[in-house]
T-cell receptor, first 114, second 115 residues
Framework: EAQVTQNPRYLITVTGKKLTVTCSQN?????MSWYRQDPGLGLRQIYY???????DKGDVPEGYKVSRKEKRNFPLILESPSPNQTSLYFC?????????????FGSGTRLTVV | AQSVAQPEDQVNVAEGNPLTVKCTYS??????LFWYVQYPNRGLQFLLK??????LVKGSYGFEAEFNKSQTSFHLKKPSALVSDSALYFC?????????????FGKGTMLLVSP
């Protein structure tokens, strides 16, 4: 089944403790992206990646890092999480940069930073 | 920069009645428009998209959307609402910024269908 897989689904952590949220897609998509969803703000893009070793900042990149060492994986790293990073996170992928391509989303990771 | 506006935080409709969820956009050049739905504790699911051609686009679960270039709108519609349509709906636009394209979302509209 074609899908985007995120782990974990739920995570509670303490301020300052480094964490990684994994994302993997099995569709050989070139383009991957991370979004955070907050009430009243919709989805905002954190980082995106055009291909292996090519990443760029989205609208809200502060406090996050990403890497793209393999085509299928795009982990989101929070080096020193803070409470304002409590949110619902989605990973997404799409075949390429063509505007007619939609995105396939993962099931989400609900992160709570206390 | 591109943007999407969903002017209604919530839409209430009775089952069996027609529904409309509004969306307007701003983008340089031709827009590529999408609607996604999010059910509780689930990820986003693709409903439909407008690329080019007919202004009325048909999608999943009986939904359709009407593209209006002069009003820069892409409203989501369904002739007869179901209670199971209750969910959070997002409009999105994709356009190029520099070398790359990105998908920009509206803030979402909660649709509540009452029995």
């Amino acid at each position: 089944e074609a899908q985007v897989t995120q782990n974990p689904r739920y995570l509670i952590t303490v301020t300052g403790k480094k964490l990684t949220v994994t994302c993997s897609q099995n569709m050989n998509h070139e383009y991957m992206s991370w979004y955070r969803q907050d009430p009243g703000l919709g989805l905002r893009q954190i980082y995106y990646s055009m291909n292996v070793e090519v990443t760029d900042k989205g609208d809200v990149p502060e406090g996050y890092k990403v890497s793209r060492k393999e085509k299928r994986n795009f982990p989101l790293i929070l080096e020193s999480p803070s409470p304002n990073q409590t949110s619902l996170y989605f990973c997404a992928s799409t075949p390429g940069t063509g505007r007619n391509y939609g995105y396939t989303f993962g099931s989400g990771t609900r992160l709570t930073v206390v | 920069a591109q943007s999407v506006a969903q002017p209604e935080d919530q839409v209430n409709v009775a089952e069996g009645n027609p529904l409309t969820v509004k969306c307007t956009y701003s983008v340089s050049g031709n827009p590529y428009l999408f609607w996604y739905v999010q059910y509780p504790n689930r990820g986003l699911q693709f409903l439909l998209k407008y690329i080019t051609g007919d202004n009325l686009v048909k999608g999943s679960y009986g939904f359709e959307a009407e593209f209006n270039k002069s009003q820069t709108s892409f409203h989501l519609k369904k002739p007869s609402a179901l209670v199971s349509d209750s969910a959070l709906y997002f409009c999105a636009v994709r356009a190029f910024e520099g070398r790359y394209s990105t998908l920009t979302f509206g803030k979402g509209t909660m649709l509540l269908v009452s029995p």
